[in-house]
T-cell receptor, first 113, second 114 residues
């Protein structure tokens, strides 16, 4: 158990819908990262937040957005869902140590029908 | 932009044998970290081992060790005395000092045969 929690574990929805994925980082970790794992794109970095502020952005679609709240939990919002958005979405958190080692949550499996 | 290449989509080995997974990367940076992550059927991403580019000594964690060749931009993972629990997808990942995001390779599916 990495200490990072994600809810829900599974999500099934229809095209055009909007969903919210939630992540709670390890206690004390200020950074949260979101990654998408899909069959065709592999594991891709989406976005990073540090103590409530966006720090880095990767290949995140405009239909996707994220935020980090004062209690440091983070939410990833996916809207106007398409079939191709079906993927495993990981949240990771890191400490402020030398390596900024990222600890991954169990992921949320999103299926868009 | 950094890229990470894993040229072996699948590998299999008998239990107790040694196996080496390959990874190459491309970067213009001089300071960076390299990682191997394991993803078992449970889908959890688990850090196996990391290497700092400024360290010449290869990292070792129990049965797992790396062969880091900085000039060749190569970072292979050796698993000794392989066990059934080593069956998983293995991802090589890169992170440079100035950027906290991880760039992953496409993974190698490793199967340990009893």
């Amino acid at each position: 158990d990495s200490g990072v929690t994600q809810t829900p574990k599974h999500l099934i929805t229809a095209t055009g819908q909007r969903v919210t994925l939630r992540c709670s980082p390890r206690s004390g970790d200020l950074s949260v990262y979101w990654y998408q794992q899909s069959l065709d794109q592999g594991l891709q970095f989406l976005i990073q937040y540090y103590n409530g502020e966006e720090r880095a952005k990767g290949n995140i679609l405009e239909r996707f957005s994220a935020q980090q709240f004062p209690d440091l939990h983070s939410e990833l919002n996916l809207s106007s869902l398409e079939l191709g958005d079906s993927a495993l979405y990981f949240c990771a958190s890191s400490d402020s140590g030398q390596y900024n080692e990222q600890f991954f949550g169990p992921g949320t499996r999103l299926t868009v029908l | 932009a950094q890229t990470v290449t894993q040229s072996q989509p699948e590998m299999s080995v008998q239990e107790a044998e040694t196996v080496t997974l390959s990874c190459t990367y491309d970067t213009s940076e001089n300071n960076y970290y390299l990682f191997w992550y394991k993803q078992p059927p449970s889908r959890q991403m688990i850090l196996v081992i990391r290497q700092e580019a400024y360290k010449q000594q290869n990292a070792t964690e129990n049965r797992f060790s790396v062969n880091f060749q900085k000039a060749a931009k190569s970072f292979s993972l050796k698993i000794s005395d392989s066990q059934l629990g080593d069956t998983a997808m293995y991802f090589c990942a890169f992170r440079d000092f100035g950027n906290e995001k991880l760039t992953f390779g496409t993974g190698t599916r490793l199967t340990i045969i009893p």
